[in-house]
């Protein structure tokens, strides 16, 4: 890994970027996920590379939604897995619930490799590697899934996702919660709950808002969830792009 100095500017988007080179390395990450991480960084300097309050608001509703569900499930990919392993760990066994390696560019050894990653970072329950169920309405191998986990969840976390799959695991009835940096992107528009926030730091938020809500009795979490309005926290997110705009253009 380059040695990157901790006092350059741009320390947090540099170590995010070796993160993503060194996942390609180590065969965890896909070539494209070079391209999707550029196209994150360039939201994340519209949001102002922070945690919105429209993002913060559709965390803790996410937090709630994971916390109510039936049975949830975390999906990864070969971007979450290079970005976030430990942080994805820690969050799926804080809540009880499994990761599921779920590729978009799929190859079994490349869903062995993260599946180990994964377990190497401390993950209790990772699945992915066997599929036995098939998402409908979906091509090719974007359909694998697992009973017990993305198959039959309620809810499903989906980092970084493409938006077919948010459509079509949205079509099966689950509630679906998208980190997408992008509000314009199909995913972040069709979701149930998105948090417009880059995984880097809505994953550590996310789990914080899980410990600090899991006191909380189910009726106060049901009536959050109840009560949210996806399509309000969007156009939140983009008058806060705006009001970022603006701020810079007055400069
Ligand atoms: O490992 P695989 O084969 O499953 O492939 C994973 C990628 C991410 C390459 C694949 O799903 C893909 O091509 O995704 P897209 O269509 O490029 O979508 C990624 C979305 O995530 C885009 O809207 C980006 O703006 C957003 N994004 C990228 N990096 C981040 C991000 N959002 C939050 N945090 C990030 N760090």
């Given at each position: 890994m380059t040695d990157i100095?901790?006092?350059?500017?741009?320390y947090a988007s540099l170590v995010a970027r070796e993160k993503i080179v060194v996942g390609i390395n180590k065969g965890l990450?896909?070539?494209q996920g070079l391209i999707a991480q550029g196209r994150g960084e360039c939201f994340d300097y519209f949001v102002g590379e922070k945690t919105t309050a429209s993002a913060q608001e559709a965390t803790k509703i996410a937090a709630a939604m994971l916390l109510t569900a039936g049975q949830a499930v975390i999906s990864v990919n070969g971007n979450v897995a290079a970005l976030a392993a430990s942080e994805v760990a820690d969050l799926a066994n804080s809540l009880d619930i499994p990761l599921e390696v779920n590729?978009?560019?799929?190859?079994e050894e490349r869903v062995k490799k993260i599946a180990d990653h994964l377990r190497a970072a401390g993950a209790k329950k990772v699945i992915g590697e066997t599929p036995n169920a098939k998402i409908p309405g979906l091509e090719h191998a974007r359909a694998l899934a697992t009973k017990g986990g993305i198959y039959d969840a309620d809810a499903v976390l989906i980092p970084l996702e493409d938006g077919d799959r948010c459509e079509a695991l949205l079509a099966m009835g689950k509630k679906v919660i998208a980190i997408d940096l992008?509000?314009?992107s199909r995913t972040a528009q069709k979701?149930?709950?998105?948090?417009?926030?880059?995984l880097l730091r809505a994953i550590p938020n996310l789990a914080a808002q899980v410990k600090e809500l899991s006191t909380k009795p189910r009726p106060v979490l049901e009536e959050l969830v109840g009560q949210y309005d996806n399509k309000e926290i969007l156009a939140a997110a983009v008058r806060e792009i705006q009001s970022h705009f603006d701020k810079e253009a007055a400069k």
């Open positions: 100095p901790r006092l350059h500017p741009r990450t896909s070539q590729l978009f560019h799929r190859s992008n509000p314009f979701a149930t709950v998105s948090i417009v926030d880059n």
